[in-house]
Structure formats: structure tokens, C-alpha cells
């Protein structure tokens, strides 16, 4: 196995289950969709959870606060889904970024009002699309209108061409956000504070946004964790394959660590 720190891509299929014990002094860096809670068909349909609201909060003393979320979401919505268990998240793909000195966000791209009412215009013309606005990003959710994907994602290809904003394609979602920040350098943010600083830190992600954390976890000393069956060449270490054996996973080296 490749130490930690290395950057290689691998194929999916050939990356086994992480350890169930955490490196000396682990920082743990989780997505939420697919990684702490399931892919639904509408994202407000993920909600709070007794199991994994037990687990974060055993995490977190468990790691002494060196817990954070990183997620696609905003941050109004992890807060919801979570009930204010996690105290560091960064969401909107790091655009927003609660650490320890309170929240940091960056301003909205002015191409996003464009792209705002294309997205828009498209899911009035199909009830199958689901239209989302984070301020900072917009997105377009063809998971209930399958048939949609390609047109779906030449629309956003062709809006992120004809400006400066990037183009993030998610599971059955395309999404333009303003630029400048990515999960990997929210990573790199919170092991500049602290709790964090001095950490090992483990990224746990299933989606394409997840690759920037897994390449800063592996370049800072850690590793990363990929969730779910994927084709896609990846920078983890690791794979789990499902939210469900994320839960385990975590439960377990909890219990790895108390003993």
C-alpha cells in the first residue's frame, strides 16, 4: 500500500476498506450526502438522524473537536440535517467556512445571476428537473428526469464558457458556483486552526467534489476515504461501499479508540 502523504490515482476496485484505527492524532474531514446520510430524490428529504447524530457527537469528543463536515450543501441546510451537532463545516464546495473565528464566505460571482435564471427557465419546462439555489452557486437535479442529463449538462457547459463561474457535475446534478474555493483548500483552512493543526488528516467523500479533499488529505499527511461503487479514477487510499458502512466504519474506530 502506498504511505500516507503520496498523491496516486488508482482504480476503485482495487482500494481496500480503511483501517479500523485512525492515525495518531486523526482529524476526520466527512462530506454528508452519500458519505453521512443516503442520496434521496430531493435534497430536502435528507433530515435528521438519532444514529449519526449519536456518532458525531461521540466523534467529536472522541477526536477532541478535530470533526468537520465538508459539504456541497449550505450551510443552513447541514446545520438542519446535523441539528448544530458539528461545530466546523465548510459548505457550498468551501465557498462558506465556519471555523474558530466564525464564519468566513466568500462574495457571489455577478455571472451567477445569469446562470440563475437559465437553470431556473429549464426546470419550469420539465417538472422532473429540481432547480437549487445556494446564493454562491446554482444547480440543476436531473436524478428524477434521467432523460434530461445531457441536456442538462450542455446548458451548464455552455454557461460556464460564456463566463468565469465553474462548472461542478455531481451525482445526476450540474452545478455553477462562483469560483476561488474547493473542498481540498478547506481542508487546508481548518489544519491552519485550532483544533486541527498538527493533525492527520481523513477525507470521507463519495462524490466528484470529493477528489480535492482526498489529494489535500493525502499532500498533508492523511488519507482518503471513497464512498459507493465508482468507475472514476481516484486520489483515496480507501473505500467503503455505502453510507451505512460509513457508520459502522466510524462506530467501530470509535470503539478502536476507547479501548
Known sequence: MTAFGSVVRRAPSDLPPPPLALPPRAALFLDLDGTLAPIMPRPDQVGPDPRRAALLDALSRALDGRLAVVSGRALEDVDRILE???????????????????????????????????????????????????????????????SAADAVIEAAE???????????????????????QDKGKAVSAFLREVPFDGSAPVFVGDDLTDEDGFTAAARLGGYGVLVGPSERPTQATYRLNDFNAVLDWLS???GRAAA
Open 252 to 254: 467501530a474506530s470509535i
Open 84 to 146: 448544530d451537532r458539528v461545530k466546523f463545516v465548510a459548505a457550498v464546495h468551501g465557498l462558506v467556512r465556519r471555523g474558530v473565528n466564525g464564519v468566513d464566505r466568500v462574495q457571489p460571482h455577478p455571472d451567477i445571476d445569469h446562470a440563475r435564471d437559465v437553470l431556473r427557465d429549464l426546470a419550469r419546462g420539465d417538472k422532473g428537473l429540481l432547480f437549487e439555489d445556494k446564493g454562491l452557486s446554482v444547480g440543476l437535479h436531473y436524478r428524477n428526469a434521467p
Open 158 to 180: 455552455r454557461l460556464a464558457s460564456a463566463s468565469e463561474l465553474v462548472l461542478q457535475l455531481g451525482d445526476m446534478v450540474a452545478e455553477l458556483r462562483t469560483p476561488g
